[in-house]
């Protein structure tokens, strides 16, 4: 696998407040990384600082081999950054704008023409090609700010929040071509809503205060709930205590919680011991047992719960 | 080379996409007039020369180039395109001379508006057209100064009106300190290499020279160092506050 990305010890101080703290990673090619973090983690000042707007305070990221801080021309030329916000210059056109980054990025003339109208195609731009961006939706303008950073088919795309501001469909859109670019790329996105690592990433870096809090896929992540294989049973309110009364004794399950639910059910949650619950295990003890349960599911919480224990320190452990 | 002119092609193409620009070449082009017909007394001078018409230059550009520079930067960073701009594939100096260039070029077209003043001098009489020429030449290096200066001001701050006033004050300085009533306020007390050298940073002396007719070498190199010192300025000032 080849790295592509490189952060060596990626450092950004403003006066006395450290944004970005020793950061350390390394992208391959076909990785989709989620950036993810609360707001004011130094997401933002980190893509800066890869994209070559910003420069580091200390440390550097390194794009295919070329140095950020000593080469960062060669560098831009390697990326395609789609700044937070996406930025455009609202008095132009769609397609006078897209045309000015298409001779920035060294085409010209049929060749420019062409690239603007494939890109305008992919991101289903053709409609509004002629209007000014200030006149432009929110999501068409995210999309013109995407159009501009695959224009010229960069192997690293930098996307700082690319769905904000999208409706259901365009963000499924936005995602459907991520996930058609990312074979031949390196993308990373920097987000803060969850469903996208699900949907796109094939990897997921939080960080906070500057600092790396966790690293790897949706899964890992998950697996640092300490309930993460527990299990949820909804079933029937007239057979809920005889059924917490058996489930409670099972060896694996640490406590037993009720909720009532809708419709007269009860939800039963197991939490686990040490060694974790398998679910498969659960459900052949509940038909044994003919326990006349409704649903049966893995109910270890969701992203936004990682998340949230990541973040706010909940979780001692810090990924290597 | 070739960044440069693409930026300049898009700033330019900016500068027109609104109505303003055709005001402010109007406003120019009529002051322009006015103020050598009527404050001037064009006609009560009786002479086919266009010295009525280039004395009110500086004054004029105190008042309007800034208001050509002052979006250039603050713009940039008011609506965060400086972000988009400068990660793509240019360098800082590469923007600012392509900004530059394309505010000169605008100026340069609301000057070349004025050349019926020199057709009319010519029909009303025999002028020294090399010295007219000397005069327009002047006259745009005068105003490449007074942008970059400009351009410098739109450069710290992402409000455009400081930019404006932060302009016409600092090129007001320039102007100003050629006249005796500042040199006065200094020859008191001061010594004489220090009110020379005030006096030497006037833009209106060298300018002056120029509108005579007299090409002075030191004249040109003084207007186009003062430009290139203001945007050497401009672009450590855009390296140094980008984030802000």
Known sequence: ??????????????????????????????????????????KTTTMRMVSGFLTPTTGTARICGHDVVSAPTAVKRLIGYMPEGSPSYDDMTVSAFLKFIAEIRGYSGAERDARVARVAERLDLRDVLARPIEVLSKGYRRRVGLAQSILH??????????????????????????????????????????????????????????????????????????????????????????????????????????????????????????????????????RAQNIPAIEIFQDGGDLDDAFRLITTGGVSQVAA | MRYIRIITKRELAAYFSTPVAFVFIAIFVGLTGALTFYVGRF??????????????????????????????????????????????????????????????????????????????????????????????????????????????????TRNQIIAFIAGSLVCFLFTMSGIDLVLGAFRDWAPVALVETIASFSFLSRFQSLTRGVVELRDIVFLTSITTFWLFATVLFVDAKKAG
């Open chain 2, 43 to 156: 006609f009560d001078r009786d002479q086919a020369s266009l010295d009525g018409f280039f004395a009110y230059h500086p004054w004029l550009y105190l008042l309007l180039v800034p208001a050509v520079s002052m979006r250039l930067w603050a713009e940039e960073r008011k609506s965060g395109t400086i972000e988009q701009l400068l990660t793509l594939p240019v360098t800082t100096t590469q923007a600012v001379l392509g900004k530059f260039i394309a505010a000169w070029l605008f100026c340069g077209i609301a000057l070349a508006l004025t050349t019926p003043m020199w057709v009319t001098v010519n029909i009303l009489g025999e002028p020294d057209n090399g010295a007219i020429a000397i005069g327009y030449l002047g006259s745009f290096l005068m105003a490449g100064a007074y942008l970059a200066i400009g351009i410098c001001m739109s450069a710290l």
């Open chain 1, 153 to 286: 088919d960069p192997p690293v795309l930098l996307l700082d929040e690319p769905t904000d501001g999208l409706d259901p469909n365009q963000k499924h859109q936005v995602r459907g071509l991520i996930a058609e670019m990312a074979a031949e790329k390196v993308i990373i996105i920097s987000t803060h809503i969850l469903e996208e690592v699900e949907a796109v990433c094939t990897r997921a870096v939080i960080i906070g205060r500057g600092k790396v809090l966790a690293d790897g896929t949706a899964a890992d992540l998950l697996a640092r709930l300490p309930d993460h294989t527990a299990v949820s049973i909804i079933l029937p309110a007239a057979a809920a205590a005889h059924a917490a009364a058996f489930l409670r004794n099972l060896p694996a399950v640490a406590a037993v919680f009720e909720t009532p639910g809708e419709k007269g059910r009860i939800r039963l949650r197991l939490t686990p011991k040490a060694g974790g619950i398998q679910v498969e295990e659960i459900a052949a003890a509940v």
């Open chain 1, 1 to 42: 696998m080849t790295v592509m990305v490189e952060f060596d010890h990626l450092s950004k101080s403003f006066g006395d407040f450290c944004a970005v703290d020793d950061i350390n990673l390394t992208v391959t090619k076909g990785e989709v990384l989620g950036f993810l973090g609360p707001n004011g983690a130094g």
